[in-house]
């Protein structure tokens, strides 16, 4: 088979060099690669040939524009359905969208995701250094708690939480194993809907980080430590200004995930009937039957949310590859303002 | 190297090593490894690959913790405190202090890749010697200069290469005023033509009157800038002399076999 082929080939190019076009005729099958074992009886000199005054031709893509075209189908009719089909009642999510009830649920769904974020994290972080520290009593107590937290379903952490007044009665702060109490109070009280919401989530948040952090800690380079050590440099500030703002390029594209995750996680809160953003537009539709159109409004609430913060994602994912790419690429706004620049100064150029 | 011994300023930095043992698991890299590095002395040390050499570095600025001897810089044990007819060992607070008095120059330079090179330079003399910022940037510009990468200042060590970064990881060293330099195969990661660069810079700071310990597969390099040349080979001193001993007129075999391996391909560029 592949003598075959080689049979084919050498066919092929025999009449090449008897074409009559000696230049052209070698760069065309210099190319091919095996074009050179039909011309070795021919050893003159190669004459350079001047390029320089041929016009290019882009070379044409016929399939991609048709894969173009078909995507674009795709889309418009996608796009015309939504805008046509009356069921999706735009009336009614134009109505509910902004309505006080519903703005009111978005600021809580902010609040629990921005309150259990910043916590989660920062439990993350303590865990993720527990977990890495040399004292075996601190690793499993680390280990044990992101096991336990990632086993268990966050709808029942959620209830357990909530219902925290059943197992224990009161609260309360003092030395263990003796009557000393600095503190007491029923548990019920202490334990709100808006605090077990924030307890749930940051709990089951927290055991998520502290693996995305430890992960991203040691992906940083051993030597890293070592030259910082042998510098002299004390642990704490080894951990916050040399490991960590390496190892947040690897952390960052994760612990975003698990940021829009969670907006649309604290949507769980409503079996505490916790008045965010989504049980909010439940309660409406269970009132006015308007089903769909209310969903609608929560999602593209989300859907806002999410970009925003793929935004801050972006900038600050920028922010920490400083140094671990040779040339940051320009920004979106520095890319149209550079765009503008360009084309404005164009006609000036032309006036000097 | 006849500036290296006239040093005047050399008083500081005198490296006393005395029956060193370290084992990783069951295999025994350094077995009694004594040498003495005289205050601005270079001491070179050389021998085949996994005879211990980065090891014994690793030792004196205590990254690696000693199973059986010790080692003395000025006189002061390096790790531990005694007290009594005790050793104690040191906190990290303290041993961290020490390391300041022994700058350390690594094969893979280790710059903080986030950091400028100043940055890089000045970072240390502010969080472990508690100089002001703007001196400790002041002296990282100096120190810059001298390795001759002043103008590459604000630049990220992935913009640089290989023999600058290696150059900055020098000025950073530098930056803390050691009384000792070590050198963990400083070349061994550089293209070709980017080792004179830093062999240069070396070879300048063998007549400050710091004292410097070179671990190097560069013969040439060593019989040129060593006032000591140490061979290893399997955890153990084979033999230490003057260059022109050690090269000229090995009396160990072993010693003899290595040379003859490593010396014949550099004298026939």
């Not at chain 1, 303590?126 to 379903?153: E, H, N």
């Not at chain 1, 999602?299 to 400083?322: A, G």
């Amino acid at each position: 088979m592949s003598s075959a082929t080689r049979v084919a080939q050498s066919q092929r190019e025999q009449p090449v060099p008897a074409a009559e076009a000696p230049p052209t005729g070698t760069a065309g099958s210099g190319a091919g690669g095996s074009g050179t074992q039909a011309l070795p009886a021919a050893p003159q000199p190669r004459q350079a040939r001047d390029y320089s005054s041929y016009r290019v031709v882009a070379a044409k893509h016929p399939w991609r524009w048709v894969g173009t075209a078909v995507v674009a189908l795709g889309v418009l009719a996608v796009a015309w359905s939504l805008a046509t089909n009356p069921r999706w009642e735009w009336g009614v999510v134009a109505q509910w969208f902004t309505a006080q009830s519903v703005v009111n649920g978005l600021v809580e769904t902010l609040k629990l995701t921005a309150i259990s974020g910043v916590l989660g994290f920062a439990l993350g972080f303590i865990l993720a250094l527990m977990r890495l520290s040399a004292s075996p009593l601190l690793v499993s107590v680390s280990w044990t708690f992101s096991w336990i937290f990632r086993s268990t379903p966050l709808l029942v952490q959620m209830l357990l939480w909530y219902n925290l007044g059943y197992l224990y009665e009161k609260i309360s702060l003092g030395i263990p194993f003796t009557d000393v109490r600095f503190f007491e109070v029923q548990t019920t009280t202490l334990i709100s809907q808006f605090a077990a919401a924030v307890l749930g989530l940051t709990l089951n948040q927290a055991a998520y980080s502290a693996e995305i952090i430890r992960g991203g800690i040691l992906s940083v380079d051993q030597g890293q430590l070592e030259a910082a050590a042998a510098l002299g440099i004390p642990a704490w500030r080894r951990s916050t200004r040399i490991v960590l703002p390496q190892a947040m390029r690897a952390i960052l594209p994760t612990a975003f995930n698990e940021i829009i995750g969670l907006v649309k996680g604290t949507s769980i809160v409503y079996v505490l009937a916790y008045s965010e953003l989504f049980y909010t537009v439940q309660v409406i539709y269970n009132r006015t039957q308007q089903v769909l159109p209310l969903l609608l409004v929560a999602t593209l609430w989300y859907i806002v949310i999410t970009s925003v913060l793929s935004v801050f994602q972006y900038y600050i994912e920028r922010h920490y590859s400083k140094g671990a790419v040779r040339n940051l690429p320009l920004t979106p706004l520095q890319k149209a303002r550079k765009f503008f620049a360009t084309h404005a100064a164009v006609p000036n150029r032309r006036n000097l | 190297m006849t500036a290296t011994l006239t040093a005047p300023t050399a008083t500081r930095g005198l490296v006393e090593i005395t029956g060193v043992r370290k084992s990783f698991g069951p295999t025994e890299v350094l077995k009694g490894v004594s040498l003495t590095v005289e205050p601005g002395g270079v001491a070179v040390i050389v021998g085949p690959s996994g005879s211990g050499k980065s090891t014994l570095l690793r030792t004196i600025n205590h990254l690696e913790k000693v199973d059986g001897g010790h080692i003395t810089i000025d006189g002061k044990l390096v790790g531990y405190a005694v007290r009594g007819d005790r050793l104690h060992e040191l906190r990290e607070k303290e041993i961290l202090k020490q390391r300041t008095e022994i700058g350390m120059v690594f094969q893979n330079f280790n710059l903080f890749p986030h950091l400028t090179a100043l940055e890089n330079v000045a970072e240390a003399p502010v969080v472990a010697q508690g100089r002001s910022k703007a001196e400790a940037r002041r002296r990282g510009l100096e120190l810059l200069d001298r390795v001759g990468l002043k103008d590459r200042a604000g630049a990220y060590p992935r913009q640089l290469s290989g023999g600058q970064q290696q150059r900055v990881a020098i000025a950073r060293a530098l930056a803390l005023d050691p009384k000792i330099l070590l050198f963990d195969e400083p070349t061994s990661a550089l293209d070709p033509e980017l080792v004179n660069e830093v062999l240069d810079v070396i070879r300048e700071l063998a007549t400050s009157g710091t004292t410097l310990i070179i671990v190097t597969h560069e013969m040439g390099f060593a019989r040129d800038v060593a006032d000591t040349v140490v061979f290893m080979d399997q955890g153990q001193v084979v033999e230490q002399g003057t260059p022109q001993d050690i090269f000229g007129n090995p009396r160990e075999p072993r010693t003899r076999s290595f040379l003859s391996k490593v010396l014949e391909p550099a004298f026939n560029i």
